[in-house]
Structure formats: C-alpha cells, structure tokens
C-alpha cells in the first residue's frame, strides 16, 4: 500500500526584499502566520505530517511560533535543517559565503525526515489557497512511479499571481496536450498596468504582454522519494560546474532538478491549475492586502473566525 503523502515547508530563508522573518510575521485576525493558513488548509486536505526544513538559528522562534500550532493542528512534527556544510564529500563552504545553497538543497537535507513517503513541497512565506493543498494531495494519493517519474505542480493563473507594488518573478509554464510540463520560463520583471500585464528583460527599456490566464508555478510542487535521489545525483556536479564562477551566490534550484528528470525523459509532471488568488508579501505594501483578504475569508466562512487551531 503507497505511504500517505506528506508536507515539506521550506521556511529556512530570511526573505531578502521584504526583510525580517517573515516566516512567523502575524497577518491573520488573530495573530496567524501565513504559513499557518497553510497548515490549516494541508489538514483539511488530508496531510497528517510535516516537514519543516529551517536553519539552526531560527530553531527556536520558529518552533514556538509555528512548530507548537502545527502540533495542536493535529500534524506529526518533523525538522529539518538546512545548514551551508551539508555538502557532498569532497567539497566545503567557501570563505565567507552566507547565502543557502537552494531550494534543490533544502530538499536533500531533508532526505531523512521525507523517508520513502510522496511529499508535496511548498514555501513557508506564500499563501496558496486550500483548493491547491487538495488538489496535490489527492494526486500524488492515486499516483505512483511506472516507466516515469509521476510528479506534479499545482500552476496558478497569472492574474492571480501579481502584486499591484512592484515588479514580481514568475515561472511561466508551457504544457502539452494531457497538461504535462513542457518547460517553465522564468521571467523576472511581470507588473500589472492599465491594459493587463506585461513582463521585462532589458530592465524596463522594451516590454512584452503575458495574458491573465497563463498558469505560471509558485513553488507547490508534488514529488514522488525519487525527486530526492535526482537531486542528490545533480548536486556534485552543480558545485563543480558552478563554485568556480559563481562561489558567493550560485543556488541549485528545485525546478533545476525537474528540468533535468523532464530533458532526459525520466519524469512526467502534470500540471494542476489553482482557481484561487495566491497572496505573498514580496514588499511590505502587499501586507495590509493580505491582511484584509485573510478577514474577509474569515468573514465569509473559508476559516474560523477566531483562531485556526
């Protein structure tokens, strides 16, 4: 009998523009993170453990903010941390690199706490909605590996996606007839403006329309265990071809590693589209946004009013 799928949270960075842990920063009517709206939705979509990958130095305030409400929700609790030397044998830190080594490396780390169960990964700092946390529960339930890797991505449309102020990064999904994966673009300037929504690539200078519906990713992804073993395979070889050139910044990206499995036709990753609105704090002017859409979701009965749990 497959083992029940389980949640990976990848809460170990310090988001860079908005500043501070934003992690645990209160935004709901009664002081909830927006992680905990996550866990709150997970539960209901039938996820009973999760996963949290942090760095030591957030260990405590974390655990008393988040790990204690995850408990009381009813989850079985497990830690992971994801810490610079956590490196393949032969390789160390580079003096004076602080930056962790990516999102692709959040997930080794977290190898011995995922065990052989299907995970679903998301980030701990991005609202996604509960139809999407169903959505990715219910696939990887009734999938399991064959000839492919089965994998999935919860996409979101665009519109639903963009924050009113600034310039927001999107990976911009292309699919094929039974909405698999073809490719995901990254586009790293889309704003809203008064005729819809356009992207950037020369810093403002010239730019080009993306339509509304287009299904971009916003990190919900859903793996089977051999996500794991494709990515501890990749990582030797990222460090080679990147620590020469790049030794302060280079990241191994989690998509790096679906890209790879997809070229060499290893894995399947079919596409589930989220109706919801994804909300995040990517300035801290998108806060006072959230804050009343979380209200207003309470009001309307989508979470309890009082406290989630």
């Avoid at 600034?166 to 889309?190: K, M, Q, Y």
């Avoid at 020469?244 to 499995?261: D, G, H, I, Q, R």
């Amino acid at each position: 009998m497959q083992t029940k799928p389980i949640l990976v949270v990848m809460a170990a960075g310090m988001g860079s523009r908005y500043g501070g842990l934003k992690q645990i920063d209160p935004v709901g009517p009664s002081g909830e993170a927006i992680l905990d709206y996550s866990l709150y939705d997970a539960r209901r979509a039938g996820f009973k453990t999760v996963v949290f990958i942090i760095k030591h130095e957030i260990e405590q305030a974390f655990k008393e903010a988040v790990g204690a409400r995850a408990v009381r929700a009813g989850f079985e609790v497990r830690y992971a941390y994801q810490q610079l030397e956590k490196l393949p044998e032969g390789f160390t830190v580079p003096e004076g690199r602080v930056k962790p080594w990516g999102t692709a490396h959040a997930i080794l780390v977290a190898e011995e706490a995922i065990g052989d169960a299907p995970f679903a990964v998301i980030n701990a700092d991005d609202y996604y909605g509960p139809q999407g946390f169903k959505l990715i529960y219910d696939y990887l339930s009734t999938h399991a590996d064959g000839d492919r890797y089965a994998w999935a991505m919860v996409g979101f449309l665009l519109g639903n996606t963009v924050s009113a102020n600034g310039s927001v990064s999107r990976g911009v999904c292309v699919t094929d007839e039974s909405r698999n994966l073809v490719s995901v673009t990254e586009r790293t300037c889309i704003e809203p403006y008064a005729d819809g929504i356009h992207y950037s690539e020369d810093g403002g200078k010239s730019w080009a329309d993306l339509p509304a519906d287009c299904v971009v990713s916003m990190n919900l992804w859903g793996f089977t265990p051999a996500y794991v073993q494709e990515a501890k395979a990749g990582f030797a070889a990222f460090l080679q071809a990147n620590l020469p050139v790049n030794p302060m910044k280079c990241e191994y990206y989690l998509p790096t590693v679906v890209t790879s499995a997809l070229e060499a036709g290893k894995a399947d990753v079919h596409v589930l589209t989220s109706a919801d609105k994804w909300h995040g704090i990517t300035y801290r002017e998108d806060k006072p946004e959230l804050v009343e859409a979380l209200k207003k979701m309470s009001e309307d009965g989508l979470y309890p009013v009082d406290r989630l749990f």
